[in-house]
């Protein structure tokens, strides 16, 4: 594990203790970038981008009056959800036109929170309002809600026709209009031709696509989509995860997707929320999450070294023990993060190492990765290091080997805890 | 037939010898000569069972039995023994389907017992069961005697009795079969169809039952089949009155006493009834292995 600080091993103990974990202090508050949500008729992926290159900085992210979304329009919720000893508690709000993604690993309470959404699983407290209507106790057949579940679910006896035409004929319909406007939406999927086959004989992207059109042939307020590609192999999934992302950005309601997967988290999603142990431990732009991270688990997904310490001025003590140099001026607790490519090993300890962080190091294990090394080294600080295979074979390295880890000040980046 | 199979040669393989190498570990011992202390009881068992079915069929009146087989009473009991065991097929379906709905989607309390209780029918021996109807729905019966009272109505040694005796034996076998199917089903297509705006109700009506169609269909046969042969909670509950109540059992069983070659002949109808019904079950139980 690259990444070492206090949270991995405090978070178990808090799982089920209310909001007094400091990483969660600013979390609720921080969901401003609903104005970014896109509208209507624009399926062009990069006027999202820059849509997400406009966020705010963590350093930013101090509680303060929160941009909410206008007044009734979208979604606002808190969700607490009680199953024996898991308890999920996160507020979740979003604009009408945006995509939010709910990351976290497994076990986290996505899957939950997407079915307290729908309605499948009811609240222990909380509320949740869509468009400016409570809908705690709506049952699930009466909330403008459409859900994509995880492998779809498509009804096997009926035809994919048939499939996407249920909700309309069971929100009233009559059987031609609700067959035409299956068709529609088969149309508009590219899947005419496929109206009358039935799931099994669907491609896995085929399927995904009658899923998505079942679920909006209801027009729903609130589009949920539980892990949307997990079921497919890589080749579809790259190629199906380009066409969700089009009809994501055509969808003019709030779209909610689960996932663990971050690549998919940050293809498909304007805004990520990070969700550990029933908790939201970080949210934000992708963009954004990925460059602060400020859990081990979301570190380990986007690559980074990842440690917590208090900063004075250039010198962030770690509480790992070492002392880290940085290029920011800061004051107080701080994350400082540091790519496994930012950093140099040595057999002997290097001379003239003056702007460098030095540690010494012991491997602790090798893979390879790409067409690189990866090693993980223990020792004054844990961490991981990125080299080429003709590095790794010159400085000789192997489980024990001790060595010397060097990181440029310029090269890590501190930012406020 | 395995057994039957093992000992004869192997038509084909490397040989059924008892060094045959031990390659792709088969689930049967094929190859291989089962031991006698378990082949000689499987024989006697397939005789035991086949053994009386033979009988039947050797000493069946064949040269009497056109004659025997379309005489009038023979016709009346069969007529009465598929419409009765139809109707409590239908009634068992109406009342059984839901009730296994709610034994395998739901959490009540008692759940268990409530279980029990309608699989008690199973076990329990079914003169029993009729006279059990008798207390409920006789002339003086729980129920029956405001049934009589309020609506005159009577059940007790009539046809509705008879369908009602059947029902009471033969349900069982639909509820347990449709659970299993209920609860080998994914309830998440029910989630689905909820999500797309079907109530409870419809989510039931358009998903599920199809896709629990075929356990529904195996378990109708089922109890189609128990409800034929219903003999001791009938004759307890509905009597033996030809046209009325005297279904083919109680005819076999009345004919047996008076005339031996009508019973046998009768057995043979009953007998061709359960082959076809076992065929017609066979790709779901006859190759479950």
Redesign the interface.
Known sequence: MPVRTRRSETEKDEEKDGADDDHDGHHGHHHGDGHHGRHGDDGDPHAREGGRSGMTAPGDAAPGPAPAPARGEGLDARLVVDRGAFRLDIALTAAPGEVVALLGPNGAGKTTALRAL???VPLTDGHLRLDGTALDRT?????P???V?QDY?L???LSALDNVA??PR??GAGKAEARARAAEWLERMGLSEYAGVKPRRLSGGQAQRVALA??LA?RPRLLLLDEPLAALDARTRLEVRAQLRRHLARFEAVAVLVTHDPLDAMVLADRLIVVEHGRVVQEGAPSDIARHPRTDYIARLVGLNLYRGRAEGHTVRLEAGPAVTTTEDLTGPVFVAFPPGAVTLHRERPTGASARNLWRCEVAGLETHGDQIRADLTGELPLTADLTTVAAAELGLHPGTPVWAAVKAAQTHAYPA | MTGARAQGPAPAGPGPGPHAPPRRPARRTAGRRAPLPLLIPAAAGLAFLLLPLLALLVRAPWRSLPEQLTSAEVWQALRLSLVCATAATVLSLLIGVPLAWLLARTDFPGRGLVRALVTLPLVLPPVVGGVALLLAFGRNGVVGQWLDAWFGITLPFTTTGVVLAETFVAMPFLVISVEGTLRAA?P??E??????????F?AFR??TL??IAPGVAAGSVLAWARALGEFGATITFAGNFPGRTQTMPLAVYLALQNDPAAAVALSLVLLAVSIAVLAGLRDRWMTAS
């Open positions: 729908a309605g499948l049952p699930p057949e009466s909330r809600v459409g859900v579940f679910l009804f096997p006896h249920f909700g069971c929100r079942r679920a209801t | 994914d998440r297509y989630e689905a169809a909820m999500t797309l705006g079907a109530s409870r419809t358009r998903v199809p896709l």
